[in-house]
């Protein structure tokens, strides 16, 4: 007899085996600002995981914020929509934006287990996540 699914338990199996995250690439001249926290995954770029119903862009504002103590002075632009294939169990995938016009936010408490960084965009460090390289690699000038 073979193995059936009702539709909905389908839908519940997909939802609890993926995630959404988002983050944002805030350049600076030739330089983009990455973040190391305290999870041991290197460095990557500021954001978090996307909260339904929040919607992406608000996920970056309050984690770009809580992360790197920056605000956007305006809509951040879609990159794309990138998956890490390095997970077996959980399809993760990263909404990235970009943005060029931000400042210091008024209050700045970041977390404190979080360590920023300004790099180069052709001198990424050797533990960058992968996502770091792919946006980098999409960026057009």
Not at 30 to 47: F, K, S, Y
Not at 91 to 99: A, D, E, G, K, L
Request: with cysteine; glycine share 8%; net charge neutral.
């Amino acid at each position: 007899m073979p193995l059936t699914f009702p539709i909905f338990n389908l839908a519940l199996w997909l939802k609890l085996r993926s995630m959404l995250c988002a983050q944002i690439a805030l350049i600076e001249h030739d330089r983009i600002l990455l973040v190391r926290t305290g999870l041991g995954n290197g460095w990557e770029l500021p954001g978090g995981v996307v909260a339904p119903p929040e919607a992406p862009e608000a996920t970056i504002m309050r984690e770009l914020g809580r992360q790197a103590g920056y605000e956007l002075l305006d809509s951040p632009e879609l990159v794309g929509v990138f998956s890490d294939p390095s997970r077996a169990t959980l399809r993760v995938y990263f909404t990235v934006f970009i943005s060029r016009t931000f400042r210091p936010a008024a209050s700045r408490l970041i977390s404190s287990n979080a360590e920023l960084r300004w790099f180069a965009r052709d001198a990424l460090p050797g533990d960058a996540s992968p996502i770091c390289g792919k946006v980098v690699g999409a960026l057009v000038d």
